[in-house]
Nanobody, 125 residues
């Protein structure tokens, strides 16, 4: 069994920065990528960013390109989502997902095999 656990969410003010972390652990497996998605109240879950585990190639949603950085620390089996200049519209539950399959892109949530429970990010105006 693989466990994916996010942390780092919370209540922040508009303009603040926040770093989310994601650890995937459990039985031995080869991960190919880690992605972050978010779901705001009343909306569908949407892609935020992804990074391939081996090469560290990253991709971002258009809204995230200027304010979000995704990274991973292979030695710690941990991925990070650094967000800056947060806005109230960034309020959502943020989910981390891990893929064990190889694709050319990881923007589709169907690419992922394991998901965390999510961490709430609330941005106050």
């Amino acid at each position: 069994q693989v466990q994916v656990v996010e942390s780092g969410g919370g209540l922040v003010q508009a303009g603040d920065s926040l770093r989310l972390s994601c650890v995937a652990s459990g039985r031995t497996f080869v991960r190919t990528a880690m992605g972050w998605f978010r779901q705001a109240p009343g909306k569908d879950r949407e892609f935020v960013a992804a990074v391939t585990w081996g090469f560290g190639k990253s991709s971002y949603a258009d809204f995230a390109k200027d304010r979000v950085t995704i990274s991973r620390d292979i030695a710690k089996n941990t991925g990070y989502l650094q967000m800056s200049s947060l806005k109230p519209e960034d309020t959502a539950v943020y989910y981390c997902a891990v893929s064990i399959r190889s694709y050319f892109d990881y923007e589709n949530e169907e690419r992922y095999d394991y998901w965390g429970q999510g961490t709430q990010v609330t941005v106050a105006s």
